[in-house]
């Protein structure tokens, strides 16, 4: 009778104890939560988090992943090293035109009302570039917090830009559509054809004076552009030029076999004096690009994201490069450059990973080199720059992991930020006493890098944090054969 009341009495404290500690934990919930709204509403969230979204466009304005990464996550954590693998081309794959750049950008800082939601704070920031005349573009950044700090858990984008033209035609059930006619009364975008997967033949009627890549950018398989009697366009074994040909539009996606050439490989005709935008944009089926000396300008994206190319001849008389004219060309390997180009725009080699050669020789007339021009080829080892070349301009060479064999030019007067960060390879550097500035972590990371310089001591036009990270001392006073 005794053991019973004894196991009852054990009952009746256990739930008591159970009970006590869930009261516990859902108070110690509320207290967690109500500290949280008070936190907002007391405007200590807010002024953090305005904090944050400021660190947020700064570290974007420097291309640094990895202060982007610590927004992301606490850092040196495991999710922090994880978002550093997998986000390698955070910067340029990521939200719209209107950010891509955005350290060219005048950007102000409007932080609007702060939304309370499933833990999570939220801040708009409005900002826009006066010169281009984009208005109205804002980035919503949501936070969660751990403890005291507040991290970036999602961030939405929303641009003011809309160029699609009105009640545009879309093909519905276009699966197995194989050819089509475009009507003079046709409005197309980049929606029309979108399901058309088996598309191998477009062709357009006279009156139609422009083009744009992106209307067939889903179709891998189209081989062929035909213009009917256009006073405009002209088509020549499929691919589309202007009326006259010294203009290339457009290399049809899916296209292998040209005319008089081995499959994958297309020599650009001698009549051609320019690429235009995109013409080669995504292109599938190319492996080798000959250009002839009679080509000026290669446009902006020409090549873009036309994954099998592996080697580019150009003959002298090429001009300049659009900007990321070969960006995400991954099976590059070789460029073979003139000695007549005198522009390349920024970013034109971004993301070619297997990139290791662009040849210039010692009479290269290379004036202006945009920046982030080699940013993320990896396998790039060597590169010889003309000495008309002043200046190197931000990211130009970072992630360069394999680049060992580079010389100064001898007029180089700038050095942009992070210009060489992450050139773990490259043992040794002269600067001259015409580099009048060196921007913030120019040589972040280059481990093996020895630096002789002509100065005796640091000029005062160079960032206090020019050397951000370099480990080896360097050589003041040096002379050019040292």
């Known amino acids: 009778m005794k053991i019973l009341k004894k196991i009852k009495l054990y009952i009746i404290l256990r739930k008591i104890v159970i009970a006590f500690l869930l009261f516990a934990i859902l108070y110690l919930f509320a207290l967690s939560i109500y ?81 309370m939601g499933s833990g999570t704070v939220m801040i708009t920031v409005n900002y826009g570039d006066q010169e281009d005349g984009l208005q109205n573009n804002r980035v919503c950044l949501e936070f969660y917090n751990i403890g005291t700090n507040w991290y970036i858990a999602k961030i939405n984008i929303f641009d003011n830009q809309d160029s699609s033209p009105p009640h545009p035609l879309r093909i519905e059930n276009g699966q197995d559509l194989t050819t089509y006619k475009i009507k003079e009364t046709d ?42 009697d256009s006073p405009y366009l002209t088509s020549i074994d499929g691919v589309l030029y202007n009326k006259d040909a010294t203009e290339l539009i457009c290399y049809p996606k899916g296209k292998i076999q040209v005319k008089n050439s081995e499959n994958g490989v297309f020599r650009i005709p001698d009549s051609v004096k320019k690429i235009r935008d995109h013409a080669f944009y995504g292109c599938i ?11 000026k300008t290669i446009g902006d994206y020409a090549f873009s994201n036309s994954k099998s190319i ?17 960006s995400f060309c991954n099976r590059l390997k070789k460029v073979t450059m003139p000695d007549s180009v005198e522009t390349i725009d920024k970013e034109c080699f971004w993301g070619c990973e297997r990139l290791e050669y662009c040849e210039f ?18 396998a790039l080892k060597s590169l010889y720059l003309s000495d008309d070349l002043k200046q190197i301009n931000n990211w130009t060479f970072q992630n360069c992991y394999s680049l060992k064999d ?29 580099v009048t500035e060196i921007q913030k972590g ?24 020019w050397k951000m990270s370099l480990k080896n001392p360097c050589v003041w006073g040096a002379k050019k054969d040292d």
């Open 285 to 295: 089926g190319l492996k080798r690009i000959i250009i002839p000396p009679s080509v």
């Open 35 to 115: 500290l949280k709204i008070e936190e907002v509403m007391s405007n200590k969230a807010p002024a953090k988090l305005e904090k944050k979204a400021v660190e947020f466009f700064e570290a974007y304005k420097e291309r640094d992943l990895e202060k982007i990464a610590a927004l992301y996550y606490p850092e040196k954590s495991k999710d922090y090293y994880k978002f550093l693998e997998e986000n390698k081309y955070y910067f340029i794959l990521n939200y719209s035109e209107a950010l891509k750049n955005p350290h060219s950008y005048d950007i102000s800082y409007t932080f609007a009302r702060y939304a």
């Open 187 to 228: 409005t197309i975008n980049h929606d029309t054809f979108r399901d058309c997967k088996k598309l191998v033949e477009v062709t357009f009627p006279a009156n139609f004076k422009n083009f744009d890549y992106s209307w067939f950018a889903e179709c891998d398989n189209l081989i062929s552009y035909r213009a009917e």
């Open 310 to 326: 592996e080697e580019v001849f150009i003959y002298d008389g090429l001009k300049s490069i659009g900007q990321q004219a070969f």
């Open 406 to 434: 580079l010389r100064l030019p001898e007029n180089l007067n700038f050095i942009g930020l992070f210009a060489f960060r992450n050139c773990v390879k490259l043992e040794k550097l002269f600067i001259s006493d015409k």
């Open 442 to 465: 120019a040589f972040y990371n280059c481990q093996k890098l020895a630096l002789h310089i002509e100065f005796a001591g640091q000029p005062d036009s160079w960032s206090a944090e």
């Open 361 to 378: 020789t010692p009479s290269s007339k290379l004036t202006s080199l945009g920046y982030a021009a080699f940013e993320n080829c990896f």
